[in-house]
């Protein structure tokens, strides 16, 4: 691409000019995609109150970006290979001249169903190339998707489909999983009755599970193909039209939409997938996530496709059947470029190496983790035994809030460092603050992380509560956008993620609020009161450790515990099921009622001894009773 940075020179210069002309430097990477109209203003910004726009009055489809333009351009590229579940399942490999026909086939079904644009339209499917068919159809027509991992329950599918009043579902009859078959049909079906703005669901048909479908309502997209053409026109929409929402779990209440809109995450994801990766034409690149989370969205479908790549779609798991299978999937189809969870990578490292070691692995050029910090550890393995220390590792840290890698090395350019996700990308500007929001300069240094200054593919509001977006980001600290993370600044200036300082806790790279999680348990009849911490996990990096206080004496442990567990799995999805569950009789809550989440977290990180200064608690002799029956 255009705007690939060739080396560290030329890093430093790229940044200083996105500091010091943010309009101009972006305006020149905007200039670079196709605009049906040119934008009139590149950026217009206020973080109190928050208001951002970026390439306003600008007119644009995002799939002539990332479809025809390639499809005319290198038509029979690979867009996309399809690796199945099953290693015996063949692959498939997708030409940019075929996605371009199947994107537009979907687009036709979406209309024959009365959706148009800014309409809602959710996405709950498995990891096949017809999700990524579904969410582009959607952008070419200017819908709007709200793709829900197809891990989550049917009461968060629920929850989700009725906050930004979906019109449309699309889905599966079932899905694979290592060795199980998921009934998503069951799912959808349970999620519906109290859907009602779901005026119409379509099917895509993954596995042999037979299903019945409501006439008028249920379709099979394959029967819905057959009625509509290979062509559709784009429907040319404002930069600052929403292209999608993305559900995501804050320190308080239920998950909130971020929304994404159309110019400012086209550009932030190109030009940050082109750079992190130093993607190369011909390059197989691989990105492990699911399609449901935002790494899904930007670096399996929108950057990598923006920059004419081929990706990678998994269906799978990482240890079904055997923990070879990522190692044996990069050499089967040649994949330059990896990037995964540090979660995959110390599941996969417990495994040991006599899963690596009969894979050559030699095609790959770079590796990159992201969703959680790295430990040292699995870093110097990942280095070691996958990049066989010959591929530059890049820690890339970002939210599904900023839609694109902030803070990352670039692979072959930046310096690396273990454990830090290094210096940001030209255009973001970091900054860190103390716990009273004045700047903290220099370097060896460690504080809040905040940004003061906007990049184009940042969250405009989250959906129907702008008021929420202003309270969760940017007031805090007043005139800048909170992470959320805490971080420090080394001697060189390498940015390293300690982790969240909100009542958010990181689980295998999923996120999830104590409070979402809490207010789950406390469905179970039996239960008056919870308080959930994460604690350090070796695989997970963060477990889930829930105290739970029940109304009458718990007689019978072992079938409680399952059943706090069952009630999680039905609320959120067996992802958020705590890894400890302790019965108590009471919390550790200060005279006004606050729970002091913090001696929560040293007794479920084992540190039983030392808990400060516990003299303002209500009862202090409880925090003994819990240490005395820790899990
Ligand atoms: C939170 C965002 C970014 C896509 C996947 C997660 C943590 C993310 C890193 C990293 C340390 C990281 C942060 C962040 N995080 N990447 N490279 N090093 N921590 O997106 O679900 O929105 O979660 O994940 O705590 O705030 P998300």
Redesign the pocket.
């Known amino acids: 691409m255009q705007f690939q940075i060739t080396d560290y020179a030329d890093y430093h210069y790229q940044y200083q000019l996105s500091i010091t002309q943010p309009e101009a430097f972006w305006e020149k990477i905007a200039q670079t995609f196709i605009w049906q109209k040119p934008w009139s203003k590149t950026l217009s910004w206020s973080f109190t109150p928050f208001d951002v726009k970026w390439f306003d009055g600008g007119m644009l489809n995002i799939t002539e970006n990332c479809i025809d333009r390639y499809a005319q351009s290198q038509p029979d590229a690979i867009a996309i290979i399809w690796e199945a579940n099953d290693p015996n399942e063949a692959s498939r490999k997708i030409t940019y001249k075929e996605l371009a026909e199947s994107v537009a086939a979907y687009a036709n079904v979406l209309k024959l169903h009365g959706i148009s644009q800014g309409n809602r339209v959710a996405i709950y499917m498995p990891m096949i190339p017809e999700a990524a068919f579904a969410m582009l159809a959607c952008a070419r027509i200017g819908a709007i998707h709200s793709v829900v991992f197809a891990g989550f329950s049917a009461q968060a599918l629920a929850d989700r489909i009725i906050d930004s009043e979906c019109k449309l579902l699309f889905t599966a009859n079932g899905m694979y999983r290592g060795d199980k078959e998921i009934n998503i049909y069951a799912i959808v079906q349970e999620a519906m009755q109290h859907c009602p703005s779901v005026k119409t669901v379509l099917y895509e048909k993954r596995t042999a599970a037979a299903i019945s479908l409501q006439p008028n309502r249920e379709y099979w997209i394959a029967e819905e193909l057959k009625k509509v053409s290979a062509v559709c026109a784009t429907v040319t929409v404002s930069a600052e039209h929403p292209l999608f929402i993305l559900y995501?779990?804050g320190s308080t209440g239920k998950p909130k939409g971020v929304v994404h809109t159309t110019g400012g995450y086209m550009v932030g994801t190109a030009y940050t997938f082109s750079n992190v990766f130093q993607y190369k034409q011909g390059d197989v690149y691989w990105c492990t996530?699911d399609i449901g989370?935002?790494?899904g969205h930007?670096y399996m479908i929108y950057g990598p496709l923006l920059c004419g790549a081929t990706t990678v779609i998994f269906e799978g798991i990482p240890t079904w059947p055997d923990a070879g299978r990522f190692w044996q999937v990069i050499d089967k189809h040649q994949v330059n470029i990896f990037y995964t969870?540090?979660t995959a990578i110390r599941a996969l490292m417990a495994y040991g190496l006599q899963y690596v070691q009969p894979h050559a692995l030699n095609s790959l050029k770079t590796i990159g983790?992201?969703?959680?910090?790295?430990n040292e550890e699995a870093w110097q393995w990942y280095a070691e035994n996958i990049g066989k220390n010959n591929c530059p590792v890049v820690?890339?840290?970002?939210?599904?809030?900023?839609g694109a890698?902030m803070?990352?090395a670039l692979s072959g350019i930046s310096p690396l460092k273990p454990a830090h996700?290094g210096q940001p990308l030209p255009g973001v500007q970091p900054v860190l603050v103390d716990n009273e929001g004045q700047e903290i300069h220099g370097n060896d240094v460690e504080g809040n992380l905040c940004m003061r200054f906007p990049w184009p593919s940042m969250l405009r509001t989250t959906w129907g509560d702008h008021e929420r977006c202003q309270q969760t980001y940017f007031t805090t600290f007043k005139g800048y956008y909170f992470?959320?993370?805490g971080a420090r600044r080394d001697e060189n200036g390498l940015y390293r993620?300690i982790?969240?300082v909100d009542d958010?806790i990181?689980v295998s790279?999923?996120?999830f609020g104590t409070a979402e999680i809490e207010n789950a348990i406390n469905e179970h009849p039996d239960v008056i009161e919870s308080a959930v911490v994460g604690y350090p996990h070796e695989i997970k990096g963060q477990g889930i450790y829930a105290y739970v206080i029940t109304k009458k004496p718990v007689i019978d442990e072992s079938a409680f515990v399952s059943a706090v567990a069952a009630t999680v799995t039905k609320m959120i999805g067996s992802i958020a099921k705590p890894d400890k569950i302790q019965v108590v009789v009471g919390l550790p809550k200060t005279r006004s009622g606050k729970i002091m989440r913090r001696i929560l977290r040293k007794i479920a990180a084992g540190e039983v001894t030392d808990f400060g200064d516990i003299s303002t608690l209500l009862d202090p002799t409880v925090v003994q009773q819990i240490v005395a029956n820790k899990k």
């Open positions: 995501t779990s996530a989370w935002v790494t930007s969870a540090p983790s992201v969703g959680e910090p790295i820690d890339t840290w970002w939210q599904t809030e900023t890698i803070l990352s996700a992470t959320g993370d993620i982790g969240r958010v990181n790279g999923h996120r």
